[in-house]
């Protein structure tokens, strides 16, 4: 990047790139809190099914009763009675970014989605707020039978024996308090179903934006891929920043059946005034394949830790995470594995970057069970500590009930070394940028999995971030 | 607080409650009035005397700067301590059995203090050791018996190390007990600037053994190195909380276990490994290789880092699962019948670490015990 590039993307970063915000001209919300009467509300609104309403209050009941997380980054400054549960932008969804309000569709282009869907997408979802404002698929998709529609159409229309047989069944609402508000609160989100046997070439998109102050994201994404079919879905997220807390508690779905492919690549860029508290669960049937691939960057305080369910004899999981916390950011991510069945195996690599005061917590479980013969398992997981305000633990946790299988785990944490430092300044490269070039490579598992346009946000991040970082 | 049950070995920074391993229960109840009193010899020049509980040293660890869901384990008692503030105020009061070895002391002959269970006694017991500036002592303490009034045995140890600048102490803690013990044993360290600390543990006896270590390494150049071997066979369950503070700059600890499990015996290991702001330069590595015989097992192991210093080095490792098909393979090709063989890797897995003991006699007796139970009705 020349130095007018770099320039004019530090005077973007120095505001973020993310951080611009719309005047909020919602058509419609609800008041702030959580009540059952706010539930109905939304319900309503949304036209649920009978099932869906009752679902929802029942959820809230759970909600009520599970108390807050005792383990994790402490979420106190997140009160549930000052977040506005739904806000509906003012309006639908259209199939056409030309029909898009002018506004919200400054906002995604702005974000580059629109150019995105045109260069590399086989199809967008873009939610703004409580809602979706655009969804279209491409023909040659949409041909080979895969569906890629808003949850709430999905619901309701010709899939919807299909979403109630899988809603919320791998994740309970009774999993943990947040994935019981999600079911209490949830709006907008995608429903993916790709036939058997079919092979999606080019990737689908959902991108979230939480414009309104104050309010939470519940968006709800149900994906099936179905019997030796393949998908890549990635998924986007960013918020402008505001004086109060924001609140999102999505949660994913996915199930891949026999022989499938799936990989779902994360890049969470939330402002860092969100409590990002996801759920992401996969359930991975016989011989089948689940990827994730997850980057960090943004929010006050994050609990997300995809969970894969390895059910099928030689089912696989690849995690491939980084995530990067700055200051004010405390940050808990990781994964959970759980393999049921014969010959699973599970990959996990992980990176984590603390720097300006941020707090990195990797957690992580690995569960073998009894029937998982000849199971294998290894974990990786590195951290890098930029400075000495800054934080930075590892928590993995493993449970093996079988004799036969191999489990490895390794871990290690420390800063960059200063041989290496001195080593590339001997070769002529100034110490700031040596500094940066240390932490690429550190990043450089992780970003090689990003889609490319990813990575290189990712690379200009991390050299943003490492400008000044010395003396 | 059930007064019949301690929780003990809390995880320094919880994690997921449903996994089970942020704690342990043990139940205390019934604890005899009979008491085995420890047999102890001693080199000349080793002060062994009692003290009153009241003065007790004090070597309160400063809390952290960050909390977020850790537990009170380090900031609510007065010494380090693994399995835990209500162990600790379990064992309060009373008086402790104190061994003091005088500043220069140096001898390779080591005290050895033996607790013995014999006609259905328990064993409470206080120990603190005051190693002085330079001193150089081993130590062994093996717990052995019980069961055979065939009623369920309990051993309660606390143990306080204090090592001051340039002491050295070598501890070597044996459970040998008869099934039907309940073993709670606890060891907590304070080192001073060069001091070193080896620890190494053969963990072979008692129906539910219960481990805590806590080390707080707060002299610069503290060295501290743990090893435990254990071999747990039928029902038999194995509780560890191994915790190491670093706030000495230039500190080292080195944590390895090497485990065997089978049957239908249980283990949870955790082991945290705990940087401190100011221990520029340190170093620690924890590793441990557990070996499953059984397919009833069950293996928990917990390896943290916990990390708020810029210039530390921290790694951990584990490996769990089935014995090396390559080693197998090796040995069987030297003309070693596949059962000798495994057994032949299982024992030497863990007599690589008994064989430091300081004893002959222990040694041999320690090597026929595993020999005997990884052949008897157990496996």
Redesign the interface.
Known sequence: MTDQGIQSYLEEMEGNIYDFRDEEKDSYRVDEGLTEEIVCRISEEKHDPDWMREFRLKSLEIFRKIPVP?????IDGLDIDNIVTYVRPGTDMKASWEDVPEEIRTTFDKLGIPKAEHEYLAGVGAQYDSELVYHNVKDFVAKQGVVYTDMESALTGEYADMVHEHFMKLVPPTDHKFAALHGAVWSGGSFVYVPKGVKVDIPLQSYFRLNAKGAGQFEHTLIIVDEGADLHFIEGCSAPKWNVANLHAGCVELFVRKGARLRYSTIENWSKNMYNLNTKRALVEEGARMEWVSGSFGSHVSYLYPTTILRGAHSDCEYTGITFAGKGQ?LDTGCRMVHLGESSSSLVTTKSLSKDGG?NTF?S?VEVR?SAKNARSSVDCS?L????I??????????????????????????ISDETVFYLMSRGIPEEEARAMIVAGFADPVSKELPLEYAAEMNNLIRLEMEGSIG | MNTNELTINRLPSLTWFRLGVNDAKADISGLSERKAAPEITAPEGVIIRSMDAKEAPVCRIPEEAYVAGKSAILTDTDFPSGLGAQFVQYMGGGSIRCVEIPAGFKSDTPVVITIRHADGSDAKERLLFLVKEGADAKVILCSRGGAEAGSAQQEFVMTQVILEKDAKLDFSRVNLLAEDTVLLDDIGVCEAENARFTYRKADLGASKSYGGLSVWAAGENAQTEIETAYLKTGCQLLDMNYHIIHSGAKSVSRIRLKGVLAGEASKTFRGTIDFRKGCTGSDGDEREEVCLLDDAVVNKTVPVILCEEEDVDGRHGASIGRINEDELFYCESRGIDEAAARHLLVRGRLLSVTRKIPDEDLKTEISDRIRDELSGPGR
């Open positions: 005792a383990w994790g980054p402490s405390n707090i957690r479980a009894n951290s500590m930029l400075d000495s800054s934080r930075s633990d590892t928590i993995p946790e493993m449970d093996i009930r079988t004799k036969d299988c191999d489990i490895g785990h390794e871990a290690k944490i420390g800063r």
